[in-house]
Each structure stands twice: as structure tokens, then as C-alpha cells.
């Protein structure tokens, strides 16, 4: 099998059920935890407690969208996932993060085996140039629903 068909697609792991577009914390671990929480019963989540800890004890990846918002990427290696699992999360007021100077506008949780690393960068680098994309942004940040949501985020990973 050549490499082009290995290949996950974004909405092969984001599902819309993992998207919450009303994120109502305000303060960084706090929205972690509100937004993970979508991947509880995910069947690709072996273990929730230690997914949950491969989250929290990483670095957050901080991406300056504008002068005034970020996006932030939890995420996380581990063998508590049987393959690559995301979800993402909106606060259009602003969640406080410390590291990020900026107001996190978008969080993204990303849950990795360990023998995807090579797909989990793809997917990464794919995120933060959709998110960095002024107009890609605004969309994301204006969507009314999570079909919406996926739809713009996928064209502009997999375009």
C-alpha cells in the first residue's frame, strides 16, 4: 500500500461530536479539561486517566493567530489511545492561558499512539497554517455549527 492511501484525513480522527463551539471556561485548565472531556466514551481512548494525564503533563503549543486571539494545541503521546484522536473547542470571549500572551480563541486536544508521530506532525503543521490563515480564522471563529466547523478546518488541511 502506497504511502498516499495511509494517509488519515482530519475528519477521519475529528469527529463532530468532539467539537464544541460554546466553550464556557474561561481559565486554561479548566477549558483542557472541558474540552477533553468530549473524548471520554470516544471507543479510541483506552484508558481516559491516562490520556488525560499525557495531556496535561505536556507542553500546550501556543500559535499567535492575530494581534489579539491564539490557538492553543493540547497534546498529548501515549499508548491510552488506540489511534489519533482530537477534539476542538471555542471560546470567542477568550480563554486565559499563561502561555500565551494573547486570549485563546480555539483549543485543540490531540491524543497520539506512539507509532503515529509521523501523522501527528502532518496533522499539527496542517492546524496552525489553517488557524495562522486570517480568513480560515475568521470562519472558524464565526461558524454557527460543528458541520460547519469540520468542513473549513478539512478543506484548508487537506487542500
Same mark, same amino acid.
Given at each position: +500500500? *502506497?504511502?498516499? @492511501?495511509?494517509?488519515?484525513?482530519l475528519?477521519?480522527?475529528?469527529?463532530?461530536?468532539?467539537?464544541? !463551539?460554546?466553550?464556557?471556561?474561561?481559565?486554561?485548565?479548566?477549558?483542557?479539561?472541558?474540552?477533553?472531556?468530549?473524548?471520554?466514551?470516544?471507543?479510541?481512548?483506552? @484508558?481516559?486517566?491516562n490520556?488525560?494525564?499525557?495531556?496535561?503533563?505536556?507542553p !500546550?503549543?501556543? $500559535?499567535? %493567530?492575530? *494581534?489579539?486571539?491564539?490557538? +492553543?494545541?493540547?497534546?498529548?503521546?501515549?499508548?491510552?489511545?488506540? *489511534?489519533?484522536? +482530537?477534539? %476542538?473547542?471555542?471560546?470567542?470571549?477568550?480563554?486565559?492561558?499563561?502561555?500565551?500572551?494573547?486570549?485563546? $480563541?480555539? $483549543?485543540?486536544?490531540?491524543?497520539?499512539?506512539?507509532?503515529?508521530?509521523?501523522?501527528?506532525?502532518?496533522?499539527?503543521?496542517?492546524? %496552525?497554517? %489553517?488557524?495562522?490563515?486570517?480568513?480560515?480564522?475568521?470562519? $472558524?471563529?464565526?461558524?454557527?455549527?460543528? @458541520?460547519?466547523? +469540520?468542513?473549513?478546518?478539512?478543506?484548508?488541511?487537506?487542500?
Amino acid at each position: +500500500m *502506497d504511502r498516499e @492511501h495511509k494517509m488519515k484525513h482530519l475528519n477521519d480522527f475529528l469527529l463532530l461530536e468532539s467539537i464544541n !463551539l460554546s466553550v464556557k471556561a474561561k481559565e486554561g485548565n479548566t477549558a483542557l479539561k472541558e474540552v477533553m472531556k468530549l473524548l471520554q466514551y470516544d471507543p479510541r481512548v483506552s @484508558h481516559w486517566e491516562n490520556f488525560c494525564q499525557s495531556i496535561l503533563e505536556r507542553p !500546550l503549543f501556543s $500559535l499567535r %493567530a492575530n *494581534d489579539q486571539a491564539a490557538i +492553543m494545541i493540547a497534546h498529548g503521546r501515549t499508548s491510552s489511545v488506540r *489511534d489519533l484522536v +482530537m477534539a %476542538a473547542g471555542r471560546n470567542t470571549q477568550g480563554i486565559t492561558f499563561h502561555e500565551s500572551e494573547q486570549p485563546v $480563541l480555539l $483549543l485543540f486536544i490531540v491524543g497520539i499512539p506512539h507509532e503515529l508521530s509521523t501523522e501527528y506532525l502532518r496533522i499539527m503543521g496542517s492546524i %496552525a497554517r %489553517a488557524c495562522g490563515n486570517p480568513e480560515t480564522l475568521e470562519k $472558524l471563529l464565526s461558524t454557527e455549527n460543528s @458541520h460547519d466547523f +469540520m468542513t473549513t478546518l478539512s478543506s484548508e488541511c487537506e487542500g
